[in-house]
């Protein structure tokens, strides 16, 4: 059973057009939002971060939304470039004591030259 | 990067055999992790370690164990390995609990025949 689901498996876009990656999840216990970007081959590396006291939280070019009562969060990206191809993994964690990460099944963006 | 290395990177194995996947950390993380990564799943924990010896179970931990007798070092154990178990693993570490974020190995691609 899917805690936090990722509806969207790919998302294409083109360079310099804002990417938005969209994730649901089911559980009103989680308390921490976290974005990871994954490249092939390699381990997940995280991105950033929201906390459920807040609605927006902001990092360069990337841009969290929460909210809280459609249990709805998104992540922008602005402006995309070809780097950011990657797959985006949203993840939550609730209120126990080692940080327990559930993840949604990704999103797949290409940002097109 | 957090210093984050998995042994072996690549291994394919036979049904029934023991396997022991080793995650080993120089960032002197208290928090350790496995997860797993399937297609349609995203990355599902397996198990944690909150510290030496101090270990609990995950969202799938049934067939695996984990031990932790040093700060550095979390192996993963599949006790008989089944096909079921054929998967990427990754390795994960954090400092602190509470969604800070966790950092997580370049993983390990397991393939059971």
């Known amino acids: 059973d899917q805690q936090v689901k990722q509806n969207s498996p790919s998302l294409s876009v083109q360079e310099g057009r804002i990417s938005i990656l969209n994730c649901d999840y089911t559980?009103?216990?989680?308390?921490?939002f976290l974005w990871y970007k994954k490249y092939p081959a390699e381990g997940p590396t995280f991105l950033i971060s929201?906390?459920?006291?807040?609605d927006k939280n902001e990092d360069g070019r990337f841009t969290v939304f929460l909210n809280k009562s459609a249990k709805h969060l998104s992540l922008h990206i602005v402006p995309s470039q070809p780097g950011d191809s990657a797959v985006y993994f949203c993840?939550?964690?609730?209120?126990?004591?080692?940080?327990?990460?559930?993840f949604g099944t990704g999103t797949r963006l290409t940002v097109i030259p | 990067d957090a210093g984050i290395t998995q042994s072996p990177r690549h291994k394919v194995t036979e049904t029934g055999t023991p396997v022991t996947l080793r995650c080993h950390q120089t960032?002197?993380?208290?928090?350790m992790y496995w997860y797993r990564q399937d297609p349609g799943h995203g990355l599902r924990l397996i198990h944690y370690?909150?510290?030496?010896?101090?270990?609990d179970k995950g969202e799938v931990s049934d067939g695996y164990s984990v031990s932790r007798s040093k700060t550095e070092d979390f192996l993963l154990t599949l006790e008989s390995a089944t096909s079921s178990q054929t998967s990427v693993y990754f390795c994960?570490?954090?400092?602190?609990?509470?969604?800070?974020?966790?950092?997580f190995g370049p993983g390990t691609r397991l393939t059971v025949t």
């Open positions: 994960a570490i954090s400092e602190n609990s509470g969604g800070d974020g966790q950092y």
């Open positions: 559980n009103s216990m989680f308390d921490y």
């Open positions: 929201i906390s459920s006291i807040k």
């Open positions: 993840a939550a964690s609730g209120q126990t004591g080692a940080n327990n990460l559930f």
């Open positions: 960032e002197n993380h208290r928090y």
């Open positions: 370690s909150y510290g030496v010896k101090d270990t």
